[in-house]
């Protein structure tokens, strides 16, 4: 089997079709919105950090059925019928 090139075209559909992707993305956005609700003022920047590391990690933990849902809808939506299986 011969190896495929790597096109940014490539690259930019493995990012879209990846689960990862999307957990990763949902992980921050978790992060960004709760970390300010559980850190105190009185809380250093290195336990903020911590807080905020936290939460990212788990977002993306959460977000498993949700990144493999709308890395498969992007699938089906950009593929159709070329769909591997």
Known sequence: M???PI???YIVFYILFSPDTWRILMG????VLLSPLAVPPEMGIGAMILIYIMMATVGYSAAGIP???IANTFK???LGDKLPK
């Open 28 to 31: 921050i956005i978790f992060s």
């Open 2 to 4: 011969t190896k495929r």
């Open 76 to 78: 089906k939506l950009i």
């Open 7 to 9: 096109t940014p075209s």
């Open 67 to 69: 990144g493999r849902y």
